[in-house]
């Protein structure tokens, strides 16, 4: 793969939404290939927060949260001499896309609560109101960034 880029995989949509995004969080959310149960966690995940909050649809409320807890920069290590900078720099939007799910699951993986679906759902409901632990690791990543603005000319 040194000259060309690799062929963009289409994802179909999944069943229920009939939405490419839930998809791919869905394909994020699985684990060893178990991607029935990767679904019924979501699912059940939607219905929580759909029990909960009833002032929009399921779907507009995860999209939100995705939203509201995706950075739009990034710090990267550049070594320049003898010392190692930290250079905040744009990120592509499917990246974008991607660190926002996994910092998403991953927070919902370390919640306190009975179930994954639960602690999905929950996640998900924080987010949403700009909130909890993947909220607070972008606001850290860009607080970083914004800190680390003045290396920002030495960008690769």
């Keep these: 793969m040194r000259k060309q880029k690799p062929k963009v995989r289409i994802i179909?949509?999944?069943p229920k939404f009939k939405d490419v995004v839930v998809s791919k969080f869905v394909n994020n959310l699985m684990l060893v290939g178990k991607k029935n149960i990767a679904?019924?966690?979501f699912y059940d995940a939607m219905d929580i927060v759909g029990d909960k909050m009833k002032d929009?649809?399921?779907?507009?409320?995860?999209?939100?949260?995705?939203?509201?807890v995706t950075p739009s920069v990034e710090v990267r290590s550049r070594r320049i001499g003898g010392a190692t900078f930290q250079i905040p720099s744009e990120i592509p939007a499917n990246r974008k896309q991607s660190i926002g799910m996994k910092s998403l699951i991953t927070a919902a993986r370390k919640r306190h609560e009975k179930s994954m679906a639960a602690k999905l759902a929950g996640e998900i409901m924080s987010a949403y109101k700009e909130e909890g632990t993947a909220y607070k690791k972008k606001e850290d990543t860009h607080r970083m960034a914004d800190a680390n603005k003045a290396f920002s000319h030495f960008r690769f």
Excluded: C, H, S, W
């Design 12 to 14: 179909l949509p999944d």
């Design 39 to 41: 679904y019924n966690i």
């Design 56 to 68: 929009e649809p399921t779907v507009e409320i995860f999209k939100k949260a995705l939203a509201n």
